[in-house]
């Protein structure tokens, strides 16, 4: 794995070569490719089972892998854009509002039968 100084000096050495508009751009555009894997895979999951849609299947898999590492790693340059410390602590107070949310879900829910 790579240091995260080797990350932020390649993020400034992006962001000087190309500019920041380019670096919104390639996020906006790498978004849309995972938006766009994600909607083929729930396509291709409703169809009946067969070699041929498993192989589609595996397949879309794989991209969304490196989709996903595309928006993480876009995703990290415009955090170290606008600022690292604010964007966490905006991360970390809606991972406490969710959990505060889903806690209150669980409690209310326990005893309740599951619906199908
Ligand atoms: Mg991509």
Same mark, same amino acid.
């Given at each position: 794995? *790579?240091?995260? =100084? @080797?990350?932020? /000096?390649?993020? %400034? &050495?992006?962001? $000087? $070569?190309?500019? !920041?508009? $380019? ?5 906006? #555009?790498? &978004?849309s490719?995972?938006?766009?894997? *994600?909607?083929?895979?729930?396509r @291709? $999951?409703?169809? #009946?089972?067969s070699? /041929?849609?498993? !192989? =589609? *299947? ?7 892998? #490196? #989709?996903?590492?595309? +928006? ?9 854009? +606008?600022? !690292? %410390?604010?964007v ?14 889903? /806690?209150? @879900? ?5 005893n ?5």
């Open positions: 794995m *790579l240091d995260k =100084k @080797y990350y932020l /000096e390649t993020f %400034d &050495m992006f962001r $000087s $070569s190309w500019g !920041e508009e $380019s670096e919104f751009r390639l996020c906006i #555009e790498e &978004m490719e995972l938006t766009k894997e *994600l909607c083929k895979f729930m @291709y $999951s409703r169809n #009946e089972k070699q /041929e849609n498993d !192989e =589609k *299947l595996k397949q879309i898999k794989s991209n969304i892998i #490196e #989709e996903t590492a595309d +928006v993480l790693i876009c995703a990290s340059q415009i955090m170290h854009i +606008v600022g !690292e %410390d604010e966490r602590k905006v991360m970390d107070y809606k991972i406490q509002r969710g959990r505060k949310i889903v /806690e209150d @879900y669980i409690n209310k829910t326990k309740q039968p599951k619906k199908n």
